[in-house]
């Protein structure tokens, strides 16, 4: 379980970085329109806020030959 949680937060930090990237580049589109704006804003914020959680719990449910680990000696 903290293999998983400790690789979720790891990975977070592209998925977060992505789902920026991309909030950005819909916000530079619907510059015109604030409603769009705080839409795109929540929608990336609740995406941030589910994807560890969505990531712990594929990690937790994939078979663990397929995750690269550190086995400890």
């Known amino acids: ?3 998983a ?3 979720a937060l790891v990975h977070f930090l592209w998925q977060g970085a992505l789902l920026a990237f991309v909030a950005a ?4 589109v619907a510059r015109g329109s604030a409603p769009a704006r705080y839409a795109i ?4 914020l609740c995406a941030m806020a ?3 959680a969505v990531t712990t719990a594929w990690f937790i ?5 397929t995750v690269v680990t550190t ?3």
């Open 1 to 3: 379980m903290k293999d």
């Open 5 to 7: 949680l400790a690789l």
């Open 25 to 28: 580049v819909l916000m530079r």
């Open 41 to 44: 804003g929540v929608a990336t």
């Open 50 to 52: 589910a994807a560890p």
């Open 61 to 65: 449910h994939t078979d663990p030959a």
């Open 71 to 73: 086995q400890r000696a």
